[in-house]
């Protein structure tokens, strides 16, 4: 009897210790946050994903696997840890997050084996923010990740340095949880710190779970990105127009249609000597070509190392976005005297020799279509045997030069075809030349000589056959006239 009940207490007591590890040991539990109540969504400016959970061996040392959004099957993450004494994850256990971690839904697997993952327990969370952290105006930010509970819809909004919401939309969460959504930035925008804000329901491995998360990125002015699209000629008079067309884009290749006011960002450079500078035009609103032109000075250096330069950063679209990033140049290009346009007006295209006269009227004027007021303006008057010079003066009531010749009987040995040659110098050596020309005759002179010689041989004529008739006449004529003269004076 009494070996019977030691017996059953013995069998009884075996089982309760059988029992025993069987009431103690748990279903271990994980959670990619510190508290079940946390959201398990990260972002890049976080150090880690913590991990919390209970229901672990206390003498086990347990392995954390890792799959990331791009890859099929986990990977040992090289981490691994200790339950404390109550079968809790120690506090601070986490995944290191990298500045270029790939944004998306991971799976967390604790595996008891650093070679095989075992997944005695699994977890998921959300990596999630902008594909890069600074940002000029005019680019896209990209925001995406994941973490959500796959098909639900969420709110991202987006607030500028100075808390106004700048943007607002909803998006959805794909089959893997992940979202995505683009913004554009405007060429206008605020700079400094932007916040993105990300809230809803359901998170990937809790469809009921509130979450809040917000996300960071930068932006900065533009730099503008500048392309030479029509080169200068390769040569220029002096007072000529040389002209160059640019194209200027943002970082997103839209066209920059704006100026700043009074801005003169186009050089001419000779060498490095800038010699001029200004303004440029909108030409193309479509494609943002800007064109530029700058008058070559009267008395630039001749030379052919002049170059339109648009120094870095010195074009302003008026918002603060400046461009480009470097200097950009164009092709050298060579600058040469002025020719002068000369217009002449002659009087006729005959001249009588001698007493006759040849006048000339010379308009003269630069490329540009400035007269010349300052300069010497001569003309060489070339016949078959000598060579004399006109100077022209400045008339300014006419704006032009003029000047004149009178011939003598000199120019008796000069008679045939003259010709006119115009010389134009200005103090800073362009010139020109024209040449016209005249007919030099003595035509006039002739027939003056003809009715001289004619007269006198008329008269001895006259003279030879009624000369002493004429003369008696004309004696007894005088005679009578004195006579009467005579009677008069008396008293």
Do not use: C
Request: glycine share 8%; no cysteine.
């Amino acid at each position: 009897m009494k070996m019977g009940r030691t017996a059953a207490i013995v069998l009884a007591l075996f089982v309760l210790a059988s029992a025993l590890p069987l009431a103690v040991q748990a279903v271990p539990t994980l959670q990619a946050s510190s508290d079940p109540r946390i959201p398990p969504l990260y972002t890049l400016r976080d150090k880690q994903v913590t991990l919390s959970g209970s229901g672990y061996s206390t003498n086990q040392v347990y392995y954390v696997w890792v799959r990331s959004p791009m890859e099929n099957t986990t990977q040992h993450a090289e981490v691994f840890f200790t339950p404390l004494a109550s079968g809790q994850i120690p506090p601070g256990m986490g995944l290191p997050i990298s500045t270029n971690a790939t944004l998306g839904t991971y799976l967390v697997s604790i595996s008891t084996s650093s070679a095989v993952d075992n997944s005695q327990v699994k977890a998921h969370f959300g990596l999630w923010g902008t594909l890069k952290p600074l940002y000029q105006r005019t680019e896209s930010v990209a925001i995406m990740g994941g973490g959500l509970f796959p098909g639900v819809s969420s709110k991202l909004s987006i607030r500028n340095p100075s808390g106004e919401y700048v943007k607002t939309a909803s998006i959805a969460s794909g089959v893997k949880g992940d979202f995505n959504y683009t913004w554009r930035i405007p060429e206008d925008a605020l700079t400094e710190a932007y916040k993105v804000i990300v809230d809803g329901t359901g998170t990937f491995d809790d469809s009921q779970q509130d979450y809040v998360s917000e996300s960071k990125f930068s932006v900065t002015q533009a730099a503008l990105i500048v392309k030479v699209v029509q080169q200068p000629s390769p040569s220029y008079q002096r007072t000529e127009k040389a002209k160059i067309a640019l194209t200027l884009s943002y970082p997103d290749g839209s066209p920059v249609v704006k100026s700043g006011q009074d801005a003169r960002p186009l050089l001419l450079r000779q060498n490095q000597s800038a010699v001029a500078s200004s303004s440029m035009s909108l030409t193309d609103s479509a494609n943002g070509v800007w064109a530029g032109e700058i008058k070559i000075p009267v008395n630039a250096t001749t030379s052919s190392r002049y170059r339109f330069a648009l120094l870095a950063m010195s074009f302003d679209d008026g918002f603060g976005n400046k461009g480009g990033a470097a200097d950009t140049f164009s092709d050298y290009f060579q600058v040469r005297n002025a020719s002068m346009v000369i217009t002449s007006e002659v009087n006729g295209t005959q001249i009588q020799v001698p007493f006759g006269q040849v006048s000339i009227i010379s308009r003269v004027a630069y490329p540009d279509g400035t007269s010349l007021m300052n300069g010497t303006v001569s003309v060489f008057v070339s016949t078959g045997s000598s060579i004399f010079e006109i100077k022209l003066v400045y008339d300014a009531g006419i704006n032009a030069w003029r000047g004149a010749y009178a011939s003598g009987l000199g120019d008796l040995w000069r008679v045939g075809t003259w010709k006119l040659r115009v010389d134009v110098v200005d103090p800073y050596g362009n010139s020109g030349t024209a040449v016209y020309e005249v007919a030099a005759q003595p035509y006039l002179f002739l027939v003056i000589i003809a009715a001289i010689i004619a007269v006198a041989l008329f008269g001895r004529w006259t003279i030879s056959r009624y000369g002493r008739k004429v003369y008696f006449r004309i004696r007894k004529l005088i005679q009578k006239l004195r006579a009467l003269s005579t009677e008069r004076i008396r008293p």
